[in-house]
């Protein structure tokens, strides 16, 4: 039943390999083009196949604009390094020490009562505009404390002009584009300015006239760039994929004020330095913004959007660069009128975050390796990146299908990796497959429903525990591990937050997860203070529902009362008594615990250890069973609960042995027996898993380990079916027929 | 130079064994005998040595008294376990679950409102009288809470007797007493009832008059005994050492009210089940409880003491069992007037803790291995203990002599060890060579003074980070090789609290260290908050001090505003600008670090690792320069701040190449540089250390490893010295001489 299958592939192109791109188009079934940043769409584009994409920067795309309005450039709020007084003397900061000054220029100009602040960090209070002085500008700008408390600390809020678009200087440094001429370092316009937005929105059909060859606007993106801050050295100095500090400026400072009637202050902003990253919690004002930026930025994009579908084109947006308020998970996207987002997959759950987006016709995965010299090289092994992207990202595409994927880069090196090529095209042919083989339906999923329970809910859907897109955190695998399981495995996963469970859980949710480090916006610090939340979720698990704790669940310290540290009812993890474990923070050392390791179901398929990551210091049983412990400490240890049950985890970084564990947690959490492990397809061996399509009755099975694996099979009502599969490989098998069916992969 | 020296070692002795005990003490040297739990002094006892001690229990030594007074037990405070309100149906909590009946009994007749009390913890708040109800007693008393709010948790804390002493509850446990004719259940008695104290008082000179042959009364102890709580099997449930919740009783609270003036419920003793465990930040009421308890037992042991004195014998107290309200560095205890003080010895901070003890004429330690069966058997090797016993306390016991030494248990089971005698009178003929080599007076110390800052300060001294006496914990090991380095380190050792600091660093400290976990009594935790107390220590170091921070000095998270966690001035660390590192929670991953290792002359005897114990999270370097890295993690850096310096060291086990660090970093930190490493003599092997006599111009240097070790002294000056030791040996050097002068050793 093999047969060629097209489409559904977007391959990077350039100019002088026409005759190449035409064999390679077809060899690939690709139909779907696009450049790349340094790379040109050859006349032969429209000829090859029926779209064409081109990248389009609205807010940075006309430099002569830029450079013909030098008052319009984006604003950041940034806040100096921290100075302490070292006696009465008057204490000078230089604000912009540390920062890169191709980069940023603080703005002197100014309300400075407004818009710089002074803050005396030992008392958490801010300074009287008439206590300090603002001398020179520029690199050489500094704040002088004419009269500083001795011995406290001092920093410096100010607002800062962006003079470069972050993306292209990262692009610029790192590809040495000072050699080239003709380049220039790109300076970014604010759209709120009414002089920028005017062109902005005239420029769009304009250059949509002169590029009749495009079928596909691929904005890159809209309006802000998440915050990237470089020091001094022109090296990354501050990163937050999500970060909203370079969102602001005069115009949308007032505009919040008077739209939203919110005070505001820098400090609003800067944050103390953490510029209200997505592992804090986030504060009621930083929320007013988010929401009142996700309001204009849909407004204005749904205007390109109408544009750009009023000449007959398509709109694409792709996921990063300055994609901030954008929110694809927040409640105005879907009206920006998107036909698609495209973004980078390097794992599952970045692949879900993408695949899940609501709203758009169809969703896009670049995946990896980007076809750039850093792999395709001598000596480089492009497949070995292919496959390994391939395997993650498999996961989370059979739960929940990308409609395309591509690739970006130079076509010119690829091909000259013929087994890359070769590798291409099996999985291309292996994602097709489970467009055609499935009859178009996504595979069959637990009854139980999950929910991830933190500080962002849907807002941040597949989004948590990130920092820098996709990148690795030592704080941060232990927990992303969790996501990364999920996004491959058969269940439905909701985001919710406090707010969304403190009168009940949803009715349809099966297992409540919490997971993270304490006091993060993800295991919720003093959310879970609050009688109303814990009694919500107590009351959940104790009428049958499951709760997964992982790392420092609910953890949470009461107030200090004069000074002196409350207990709380946790004590550390507030819901304790469901965990039946708690986190020692060295008050209960009196305590004497007779930890005894007992064998439990779920852990069958795990070794004598859990790799569990970065724990979090030590967590001892109280009523929990503990399944496996580590040095003293408990690494798993599963609780009854009234007619409820509770695992938990210190720590669960992606495996196949972990996210196997997981799978068994949340059947064993929300039915309290394992029998639902075969409620939908299962197979023996962690390193294989299965998808069931009920209305073809077909099963996917893939392998995504470097090994061989003969393993069986395990579905409802005993049915059992054996498979053999290659390394990587995947098969396709037909229940109406005895044998397995060779399919595509 | 060599001669028999005789004294300051005391033996315990038994009855059948003259002969081999005339020969013993002749040969050792002993000058004091004793008894031990389960041995009698035999008659010959006071012909053998001018001193007999006899051990002798003021609070449980007269069992018939005990029995004809059922009503005069002591009491505990204890918390039932925490229980969950699955609902609106009445909750009822068995309070004695988990607690060993045969040690304890609930006080029902008491009067319940004012000695009982239900807490809902996740208010926080005590429930009325009127909601709950309390039937049945001894094992079967339960509480119902009669309309729990749903899902709340609750405990019960309540007044309960203790129907057996602890110690010889313990003794009776582990030694099978039941089997043992005669043997009963002692029953402790509170000496705060009138009757008791008459009995008590009148009970002490009668044992005098009747002991004629006892020279020292070994008081074992006198009131209240350390908290030390069993569970259900038996098992020890809860050690505290330092706790106070066996010091409670109707008449004890009732006189803290009308003394003190103070409120008091019963949560201010079990403490949400922590019952005020030193690790925790000492609430003020507790304090006052402790000094409360320090004044009561001060004056009654006064008078006990007076009547052995009276009676013309000598009063010595073990540190230990029903020592609580003693306080040995409290400001009562000299007024006690006893002649010495006796404890175990199994490190050097615990020889320590005892040899500084002021206010007594002379300590003595009892070394290890006790003569108990589970060592000296077929088998064993008693010698290695004893080695390591000697090799730890020798450090100490040369920086502060103890007076005397002594063992305790079966001399009939040490004499089958003919080695272990040997071992025995090579370690006493080195303990005396300390006091008649030395010239009597202690070694020079650096002229740099060491202070441990903590919220206990000196009421504390040289007890940081005990849970039980001298056990290992994983959570304290880490900070506790702190204390025991600078027990045989050449300092001055103080002991500061917060508030001996915040108007400003005593004159004569050189260095603060503060060491522990977050959130604990040993780094601080919410003191730290103090503008004032952060002021100045940042005043201190600035003008020249000296600070050690380890682990997770000067922790503090500022509390939540409105649910949302405020960022402080440290930001994790308060005093993060003094140390140039702070603690990552997960809010600062956003921040690039580029962590670069240098070399730094603190560090010179230390390997590519740390052994820095458990450590507790990431730590990143702000402005300090790293000198070691674990996993992206800082183990150790050092900062200049103003005109001062600050060391960030991870965790500090106790080794000899930890000790070193410790000893480089103080001089380091206390003057920015190493000259004063020769300040006092020091060794370049850190295996090997070494006091300096001037009035007899003499070294000692001692080996405290099972290494030979050649290594060479230096001194001021330039002054040098080669030495040659065997492994544990030692030496002493006359300087006035220029070859090394065989010693005692």
Request: aromatic content about 12%.
């Amino acid at each position: 039943m093999s047969h060629r299958s097209t489409g559904r592939l977007t391959l990077p192109i350039e100019t002088g390999m026409d005759e190449e791109l035409v064999a390679l188009v077809e060899r690939l079934g690709a139909d779907a083009v696009r450049n790349s940043d340094g790379t040109e769409l050859p006349e032969i584009a429209t000829e090859l196949v029926d779209r064409v994409y081109s990248t389009y920067f609205p807010a940075r795309g006309d430099q002569d604009f830029a450079l013909a309005h030098p008052d319009t450039l984006t604003h950041i709020f940034l806040m100096s390094a921290p100075a302490t007084a070292l006696g009465t003397d008057p204490l000078t900061i230089r604000v912009m020490e540390g920062y890169f000054t191709d980069q940023l220029r603080p703005e002197t100009d100014v309300d400075t009562e407004r818009y710089w602040q002074v803050m005396d960090r030992t008392l958490g209070t801010p300074l009287a505009r008439s206590a300090w002085e603002l001398e020179g500008n520029g690199e050489d700008a500094r704040v002088t404390i004419t009269s500083p408390k001795p011995y406290h600390v001092y920093t410096v809020a100010f607002l800062a002009a962006q003079v470069w678009d972050s993306t292209q200087m990262y692009n610029y440094l790192t590809n040495d584009w000072h050699l080239e001429p003709g380049r220039v370092k790109e300076r970014p316009y604010e759209v709120r300015r009414p002089e920028v937005w005017e062109h902005v929105r005239a420029a769009l059909p304009a250059w949509l006239e002169s590029h009749p060859e495009v079928d596909v606007v691929r904005f890159t993106t809209f309006f802000y760039h998440f915050t990237l801050v470089f020091n001094a050295e022109g090296k990354e100095k501050f990163v937050d994929w999500f970060g909203y500090s370079a969102s602001v400026s005069v115009e949308a400072l007032e505009a919040f004020e008077a739209e939203c009637g919110e005070a505001w202050e820098p400090e609003d902003f800067v944050d103390a330095g953490y510029y209200n990253c997505p592992f804090r919690i986030p504060h009621p004002r930083f929320r007013a913004w988010i929401a009142f930026q996700q309001r204009f930025v849909a407004e204005r994009a749904r205007e390109l959007v109408a544009a750009t579908h009023e000449a007959g084109r398509e709109a694409m947006m792709f996921l990063g660069d300055n994609w901030i308020g954008t929110e694809p998970y927040g409640e105005h996207f879907a009206s920006i009128g998107l036909d698609a987002v495209v973004g980078s997959v390097g794992s599952a759950a970045t692949c879900r975050m993408i695949a899940d987006i609501p709203g758009v016709r169809y969703t896009e995965g670049r995946f990896l390796p980007y076809f750039f010299p850093d792999v395709f090289r001598a000596g480089g092994d492009p497949c070995a990146e292919a496959n390994d992207s391939w395997r993650l990202a498999r996961r989370a595409i059979v739960r929940h299908p990308l409609d395309r994927i591509g690739y970006g880069g130079y076509l010119s090196l690829a091909v000259q990796f013929p087994e890359f090529i070769d590798r291409v095209e099996q999985i291309v042919a292996e994602f097709r497959s489970l467009h055609e083989n499935s009859g178009g339906e996504r595979p069959v999923n637990s009854r139980h429903t999950v929910a991830i329970v933190n500080a962002w809910g849907s807002l941040r859907s597949w989004m948590t525990h990130m920092v820098a897109h996709a990148l690795h955190y030592k704080q941060a695998y232990s927990y992303l591990g969790v996501l990364e399981s999920l996004a491959g495995l058969p269940f439905d996963v909701r985001f919710l937050s406090f707010d969304d469970i403190r009168a009940g859980v949803p009715q349809d949710i099966s297992v409540l997860i919490n997971a993270g480090a304490a006091g993060t916006a993800f295991s919720g610090g003093p959310a879970w203070l609050d009688p109303e939340l814990v009694a919500s979720v107590r009351s959940f698990v104790a009428r049958g529902g499951g709760f997964v704790g992982v790392g420092e669940p609910t953890a949470a310290t009461p107030p200090a009362r004069d000074g002196y540290p409350q207990a709380g009812a946790g004590a550390i993890l507030q819901l304790a008594d469901v965990l039946g474990v708690d986190r020692e923070t060295g008050w209960s050392l009196s305590t004497d615990r007779y930890p005894k390791v007992c064998e439990h179901p779920i852990a069958e398929d795990l070794g004598p250890e859990l790799w569990a990551g970065e724990r979090q210091g030590d967590v001892f049983a109280t009523t929990a069973s503990i399944v496996r412990l580590h040095d003293g400490s408990v690494d798993v240890a599963v609780n009854d609960y009234g007619d409820g049950h509770a695992v938990y985890l210190a720590g669960l970084p992606y495996s196949a042995e972990n996210s196997r564990l997981l799978h068994r947690a949340l059947i064993w959490a929300a039915t309290g027996s394992l029998e639902d492990l075969t409620e939908v397809w299962i197979a023996d061996d962690p390193r294989v898993e299965v998808a069931f399509y009920p209305s073809v009755e077909r099963l996917f099975a893939y392998n995504g380990s470097e090994a061989a694996i003969s393993t069986r099979l395990r579905g409802p009502g005993g049915t059992e079916v054996s498979v053999d599969l290659a390394p990587l490989d995947s098969q396709w098998i037909d229940l109406a027929t005895p044998a397995a069916t060779p399919g595509e992969a």
